[in-house]
């Protein structure tokens, strides 16, 4: 079976071929700890652990590295970096601050079922890691110091490289577009950025450096941290496609200057997440988080869904499509989920035959096939409710099915919707817990026969409405009474 991957720097899919198998190499871009971690990112490390798990379960032994900035993230257009002016704003000091959301973050990504990754580094661990990349690029020729600050020297670099690569934007255009801001009139270009920033008095983060008191730019934090512990060159970089034109199209830049070489041969970009069709954004008002979104204690998703389900229901887009999310498509995708879960615990029941009328060998190929053309988690949902209609053919003795096939079921499941897309365990999709609910609708069945039976058609109707008031159907057939859930 062949991987393949869309190359956001080749601008094409192309076949998935490590440098040095059976060991991948990958690199994702954390967050930045001076807030809670919004969908957005929860989207992207969700994706990247779905990826990070197909990737081990094809047998690869996989180096995940993912990073926290604890430092050097400038607020737009601002001298000062966001986890300082966070811990100015909430009176605490900046590892408070990062102590505080890296333990959020952590426990949302443990609710969402997300696997740690390999090493997850920190910008302030690797000051020294950075000072040393600076340094070099410095002694290269690609950057320049001014009055204690470090520039990378953009348009003296495009005249060799590709600076756009990744993007494939002009330029000029660049160039054009961008505004002079106040405090940066010591760069020689506009679109040069900085390595290491030279650090006014009252900065609370901020180190010891060859030119001074200061701390790193943003941008060489997860070059140092990826060259560090994947090597100069390695596999897949990844991160959300808001980083592609400024951050790893730097990154890319940097690592050229530092050795001369691009540092990830696959470049890896989740797509936007969307509200009701609308960025998120507070400036709208139409900001949901992670535990709004559990919970239902937000107006504009007034419905709380389980972690389960709303993992399932980013599994139904590719992560390289915009995933819009509204009261309508949870509701649909909690529905879908639920019959997933329902048919498949359903062959525990269905009695087998000697022959089967089933292809199993093709159904498992056509999973595999979805999430080797690029991770298509959308497809693999596809396949998997195409197999749960083969299921409920069988339960409905329509066709046959061996035993060993029956077997082979269950086995698929839980790899591709359990391993694989990573749907996190809960009381939702506990199979003990299913069972007993099994048991408790059956000994409703029974006393509603009974009432039947008895002529007491008033306390079996009453049965019948109140269960199909809490989703589960019933029906009447010549070889029993049937159940269903809504």
């Given at each position: 079976m ?9 601008h094409?899919k ?11 190499g990958?690199y994702?871009?954390?967050?930045t ?5 919004h ?5 992207t490390?969700?994706?990247f ?8 379960h094809?047998g ?19 001298d000062e ?11 605490l000091?900046p ?5 505080k ?7 949302i ?14 910008a ?10 600076a ?5 290269n020729?690609w950057?320049?110091?001014v009055?204690?600050?470090v ?5 003296k670099?495009a ?9 494939g934007r002009?330029?000029?255009e660049?160039l054009?577009n ?9 760069k020689?270009g506009?679109?040069d ?7 006014k008095?009252q900065?609370?983060?901020q180190w ?13 934090e997860?070059?140092?941290?990826s060259?560090?512990?994947?090597g100069?060159e390695?596999?897949i970089h990844?991160?959300g496609?808001d ?15 530092y ?9 890896l970009?989740?797509?936007m ?19 709004e ?6 107006p504009l ?5 389980s ?6 229901f980013?599994?139904?887009?590719h992560?390289r499509s915009t995933l ?7 509701n649909a ?6 019959r ?6 359903s ?5 087998s035959?000697?022959?089967?009328d089933i292809n ?6 056509k ?6 053309d ?10 998997l409710f ?6 409920n053919k ?11 096939d ?5 086995k698929l499941f ?24 099994k048991?408790?609708?059956?000994i ?11 002529k007491?058609y008033?306390l079996?109707?009453?049965i019948?409405?109140?269960?199909e008031s809490?989703?589960i159907?019933?029906?009447d057939?010549?070889?029993g009474t049937k159940?269903?859930?809504?």
């Open positions: 062949q991987l393949y991957l869309y190359n956001t720097l080749a094409k192309e076949k998935f071929e490590p440098i040095n198998p059976p060991f991948v990958m994702v871009c954390g967050p700890v001076y807030n809670d971690v969908l957005g990112n929860v989207r490390f969700i994706a652990d779905v990826i990070f798990r197909y990737l081990n094809l690869y032994k996989v180096r995940y590295v993912r990073n926290i900035t604890d430092a050097g993230h400038l607020e737009d257009e601002s970096d966001k986890i300082s002016k966070r811990a100015k704003l909430e009176r000091e590892m408070e601050i990062v102590q959301y890296t333990v959020s973050f952590h426990e990504m443990r609710i969402f079922n997300v696997l740690p990754p390999s090493i997850e580094p920190t302030t661990g690797h000051i020294l890691e950075q000072q040393e990349m340094m070099q690029i410095l002694k020729g950057a320049y110091e009055n204690g600050t520039y990378f020297d953009v348009e670099f005249q060799q490289y590709n600076y756009t690569a990744l993007t002009n330029l000029e660049l054009n961008t505004r002079e801001l106040d405090g940066q009139d010591e020689r506009r679109l950025f900085a390595l290491w920033i030279k650090a008095p900065h609370l983060m010891n450096s060859p030119w001074g008191r200061g701390f790193p730019g943003w941008h060489i997860c070059s140092a941290m060259t560090k512990y994947l100069e390695f596999d990844g991160g496609m980083l592609a034109p400024t951050h790893h199209t730097n990154e890319i830049a940097q690592n050229i200057a050795c001369g070489k691009s540092p990830a041969r696959y470049w970009h989740t797509n997440l969307t509200l009701n069709g609308k960025k998120m954004s507070k400036s709208l008002g139409n900001v949901v988080l992670p535990l979104l559990i919970s239902g204690n937000n998703i007034p419905k709380g869904f972690p389960a389900v709303i993992r399932f980013m599994m139904q887009t992560y819009d999310i509204t009261l309508d498509a949870l995708a909690e529905k879908g989920y639920y997933l879960l329902e048919s498949f615990s062959l525990d029941n269905i009695v035959s000697d022959t089967s199993l060998s093709e159904l498992k190929q999973c595999y096939n979805a999430m080797n690029d991770f298509n988690t959308a497809v693999l949902v596809a396949e195409e197999i749960s209609k083969i299921i069988a339960a409905e003795k329509q066709i046959k099915i061996t035993a060993k029956i077997e082979e079921l269950k839980q790899v591709f919707f359990y391993e694989i897309l990573g749907i996190p365990p809960s009381e939702a999709n506990n199979e003990s817990w299913m069972k007993k609910i048991t408790l609708v059956d409703l069945i029974d006393i509603r026969s009974e009432a039947k039976k008895n007491n008033i079996s109707d009453k019948r409405n109140q269960m809490v989703g159907l019933i029906k057939t010549p070889e159940w269903s859930i809504k």
